[in-house]
């Protein structure tokens, strides 16, 4: 008995043992699954937008997914200063062509990084958006110059379906 | 409760345990020592535990997606069956673990009737689980009540109708209850309301009912007083624990055949259609675990005794450690109570039956006759039972009815030919 050897009985507990870990976890997953996104959350993913009325200068705010979407279409002043700013100057360096694909239209997600409140249109001193939580300024592209929010705000996915529409999602 | 002072081996253990005995406790439950005889019927108070505890972590999930309005209930409860993640397994869970629930407090509560447990000194033990059997029936009503279906309106209407039957202040109290003049949204906030609240109480009563379980211990299938701890005990760890731990994943085969194969046989189909004020369905019934109390209500022709008699019915079962007047607990050892409990136990069978019927004809002369039989059970053949029945000697220790010698006959009779 001084050596350790497996036994039939140490085989069987091991077995019994992996087999309840398996039908435990199966019937804890349901539990935890059901807070997930549903079906008919899932649904509503993707929002089409007409953008006919906005004249250049304007900002539009929709909403996708329970959250703010800014569409702005900028003016050509705007998409010069957007275009002019430095990489180096930059928090979280980003090209303006990388976030608005169209220079005319920035589309992005209307929630400050820092703790998700939403940013006030042409405010700050960067002509962009300025958080009124915490202080967080952005520029005309998104982009944080100033303040606690860590990173731009965020571009989801969108196409323009034709001239006048965007879908976002 | 302690019958040896439990001291923890480590320091922070002792150190805790002095300022909250929760070791001491826990000691208690894995030492407790239990009647060796105990055989399976004894299984359903931990699948009951289960059944409980089942019941409340679906329901808190259902609660998160159930939306308890009279316009949006029944939208969100197929919002829960086609939208939510594995919400159809949860609900379906949830919907036969009521079904499950009552099957295993039927065989709980049938246990203790063939082998006494209600007697001397365990009386608390069964009125608290009466009472827990009347908080279930009330937390499945109403829980009954909320998909807001046909059946769940017209069922809310009947049973509160039934307090109308009150004279004089019947139809104020229906008015309250309702929070209007028909059953409505107001109705339906405050069962949803209710149904939550419930289980709750009915796990704080379980645990009353588990402690005053452990003050005199299980009484056993021979039902006699036993020493513990005594030859005629093992400890709850590992003992009890792997048995109640077999039968109940044998139980959960049962509960998930139901859940996954058949999981509306119990309900009925008109539930699937929302509530409608204006039409009754054709055949309205409750679910089954409430038959016998619903054929009973109905084979009185007289509205206010017709209810007095189904609450009687169930109140009845509270008074029932005196109304048994034999001092043996076990059936094993009472020829003709024996006979009479599987008697009760058909009739209780026919009730449900026939209150799953029309109550017209046949139907309505076997719901009276077997009504009748109900009451005479407890009432007349229990309390002469007690006083006449000639009882088989019983056995001074559960090691002496084990081990051979037994001093019923024929059981040691039969298990010598087993034997041989």
């Known amino acids: 008995m001084s050596e350790k050897k497996t036994k039939r009985r140490d085989f069987l507990f091991t077995a019994t043992y992996a087999v309840g870990a398996v039908g435990v976890g199966a019937t804890i997953w349901p539990m935890i699954d059901q807070m997930n996104p549903d079906a008919s959350v899932k649904a509503l993913a993707s929002t089409e937008v007409n953008v006919s009325t906005v004249t250049p200068g304007k900002t539009i705010t929709v909403l996708w997914r329970g959250k703010p979407v800014f569409i702005r279409r900028r003016t050509q002043e705007?998409?010069?200063e957007a275009k002019s700013v430095k990489l180096e100057e930059l928090k979280h360096p980003e090209k303006d062509e990388d976030r608005a694909k169209n220079p005319e239209w920035l589309v992005m997600l209307g929630v400050c990084t820092h703790l998700g409140c939403v940013p006030l249109d042409q405010k700050g001193d960067y002509n962009g958006w300025f958080c009124p939580c915490h202080g967080s300024h952005y520029d005309i592209s998104g982009r944080i110059r100033k303040g606690p929010a860590p990173t731009n705000m965020e571009i989801p996915k969108y196409e323009f379906v034709d001239t006048n529409t965007i879908k976002i999602g | 409760?302690?019958?040896h002072e439990y001291i923890p081996k480590s320091k922070v253990g002792k150190w805790f345990n002095d300022r909250l005995p929760l070791l001491t406790l826990a000691n208690h439950l894995t030492d407790y020592p239990t009647p060796k005889n105990l055989n399976y019927w004894w299984t359903?108070?931990?699948?009951l535990t289960f059944c409980l505890l089942t019941q409340i972590v679906t329901g808190l999930v259902l609660a998160m997606h159930y939306i308890a309005h009279a316009d949006m209930a029944f939208d969100s409860v197929e919002h829960i069956m086609r939208d939510v993640n594995y919400g159809w397994l949860i609900r379906y869970i949830h919907a036969?673990?009521?079904?499950?629930?009552?099957?295993?407090?039927?065989?709980?509560?049938f246990r203790s009737l063939f082998y006494g447990s209600y007697k001397s000194p365990r009386e608390i033990i069964w009125?608290?689980?009466i009472i827990i059997y009347l908080l279930m029936m009330a937390a499945a009503f109403m829980g009954y009540v909320l998909p807001w279906g046909q059946m769940s309106f017209w069922g809310a209407t009947v049973i509160t109708n039934l307090f109308s039957a009150i004279p004089l202040v019947g139809e104020g109290i229906v008015t309250w209850l309702w929070g209007g003049y028909s059953v409505d949204n107001p109705t339906l906030t405050r069962f949803f309301t209710l149904h939550y609240l419930i289980p709750f109480l009915i796990l704080g009563l379980v645990v009353l009912h588990i402690w005053a379980l452990h003050v005199p211990g299980n009484n056993n299938p021979v039902g006699i007083d036993i020493k513990k701890p005594s030859k005629d005990t093992v400890p709850f760890h590992p003992y009890i624990v792997i048995k109640d731990g077999f039968a109940l994943l044998m139980f959960m085969i049962v509960f998930a055949f139901f859940v996954f194969y058949t999981p509306n046989i119990l309900g009925h189909a008109d539930n699937y259609i929302e509530a409608d004020p204006l039409v009754t369905p054709a055949h309205i019934v409750p679910e089954w675990y409430l038959l016998p109390f619903y054929a009973i209500l109905r084979s009185v022709p007289d509205k206010l005794l017709g209810v007095v008699a189904?609450?009687?019915?169930?109140f009845i079962l509270a008074a029932l450690p005196w109304l048994d007047t034999s001092k043996i607990r076990s059936a094993v050892f009472r020829p003709l109570y024996r006979q009479f409990y599987w008697i009760l136990v058909v009739d209780v069978l026919v009730l449900g039956y026939v209150g799953a019927m029309p109550a017209e004809g046949l139907?309505?002369?076997i719901a009276r006759v077997a009504t009748v039989y109900y009451f005479l059970h407890f009432l007349v053949v229990l309390p002469v039972l007690g006083?006449?029945?000639r009882t088989l000697p019983v056995p001074l220790s559960i090691t002496e009815s084990v081990l051979g010698g037994s001093p019923n006959l024929a059981t040691a009779k039969n298990k010598e030919s087993l034997n041989n």
Do not use: R, T
């Open chain 1, 78 to 80: 705007e998409i010069a």
């Open chain 2, 1 to 3: 409760m302690s019958d």
């Open chain 2, 44 to 47: 359903f108070g931990g699948i």
């Open chain 2, 96 to 109: 036969n673990g009521a079904s499950m629930f009552f099957l295993a407090v039927y065989i709980h509560i």
């Open chain 2, 127 to 129: 009125i608290i689980g």
């Open chain 2, 310 to 314: 189904m609450l009687a019915a169930i």
């Open chain 2, 363 to 365: 139907y309505l002369l």
């Open chain 2, 387 to 389: 006083l006449k029945e």
